[in-house]
C-alpha cells in the first residue's frame, strides 16, 4: 500500500514537473485554489473574472466529484471553463491538468486559476506543476482549521480568510486564525475578504499582481504596495 502510494505520487509530481515548465514557458501564472466544501472558491474565482478579465486572460479548471455547476458559473462569469468531475477521487492529479490546458489552450500571459476538490486533506500531496496552492478558510468554519488539516496549510503560500461579511455572526476570531495559520506555517501570507460584498478583494488582486509580476507576466498591472490583510498583517 505504502509503496503503490509512493509510485503514484512520483508519477504525479514527474507530470507536475512538466506542467511546471509548460506554465513558465508560456510565462503563464497558474495558481491552486484549495478549501473545504462550500468556503466560496467558485464565488471568489466569479468576482475575480468579472474584476480582472479587461486585464488579463483567465482560464479556469474546475474540479468536483460530480456536476458541471461550477464550470457553468465561471464561464457565466466570462472566462473559459473546463469541468473535470473526479466520481471518487478527493483531489485533482497533475494529468488532469494536463488534458485541461489542452482543451482550454490558454495563450502566453494568461492566468490559470485551478479550483480543486473540496476537501482539507487529499489536495495538500497533489503537486499540479502550479506556482502556489492558494487555502480559503471561511470564518464559519472555526479558527482551529489549520491546526487540524496542518499539511494543508504548510503547503499554501497565501490563506485567503473569506465571508467576513458574517463576522458579527459567529465566533471567529480572525487574529486567532491567522496566529494558529502561521504556527503551523510561519511564511504563510493572510488576507481577510468577502467575496460576496468585495471588502478586501483589493488585497488579493495585489497578491496576484505581485506573483504575476515575479514570474515576468506581462498582462497584469504592475502591484502597487506591499500585500497586507485587511486585520494589518502582512508579508
Ligand atoms: N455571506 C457570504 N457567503 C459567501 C461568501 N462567499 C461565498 N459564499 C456562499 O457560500 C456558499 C458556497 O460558495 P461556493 O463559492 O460555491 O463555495 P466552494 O464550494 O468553495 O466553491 C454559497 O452559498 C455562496 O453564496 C461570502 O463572502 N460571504
Ligand atoms: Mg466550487
Known amino acids: 500500500m505504502v509503496e503503490l502510494e509512493t509510485r503514484l505520487l512520483a508519477k504525479n509530481d514527474k507530470r507536475a514537473a512538466h506542467n511546471r515548465g509548460w506554465f513558465e514557458g508560456r510565462e503563464i501564472l497558474a495558481i491552486n ?10 464565488t471568489l474565482l466569479e468576482r475575480t473574472i468579472r474584476d480582472l478579465k479587461d486585464e488579463v486572460p483567465i482560464f479556469v479548471i474546475e474540479g468536483d466529484q460530480a456536476t458541471a455547476n ?3 458559473r465561471i464561464r457565466a462569469a466570462g472566462a473559459a471553463a473546463v469541468q473535470v468531475n473526479t466520481g471518487t477521487g478527493c483531489h485533482l492529479e497533475a494529468d488532469m491538468v494536463a488534458q ?73 476570531g480572525l487574529d ?32 496576484l499582481r505581485s506573483h504575476a509580476e515575479s ?17 494589518g498583517h502582512s508579508k
Open 33 to 42: 485554489l484549495v478549501s473545504s466544501p462550500g468556503a466560496g472558491k467558485t
Open 70 to 72: 461550477d464550470g457553468e
Open 100 to 172: 485541461g490546458l489542452e482543451e482550454l489552450k490558454p495563450p502566453a500571459g494568461a492566468m490559470v486559476l485551478i479550483e480543486n476538490v473540496g476537501n482539507l486533506v487529499c489536495p495538500a500531496l497533489f503537486d499540479l506543476g502550479e506556482h502556489a496552492k492558494v487555502i480559503v478558510l471561511s470564518v464559519t468554519e472555526g479558527e482551529d482549521k489549520p491546526l487540524k488539516y496542518p499539511h494543508m496549510f504548510l503547503a499554501a503560500d497565501l490563506m485567503i480568510i473569506n465571508k467576513t461579511d458574517l463576522l458579527p455572526y459567529v465566533d471567529f
Open 176 to 207: 486567532t486564525a491567522i496566529a494558529n495559520a502561521r504556527a503551523v506555517n510561519p511564511a504563510i501570507t493572510a488576507i481577510a475578504l468577502s467575496a460576496r460584498t468585495g471588502d478586501g478583494m483589493d488585497l488579493w488582486y495585489g497578491w
Open 215 to 231: 514570474i515576468g507576466q506581462p498582462s497584469m498591472l504592475p502591484a502597487k504596495s506591499p500585500v497586507a490583510n485587511s486585520a
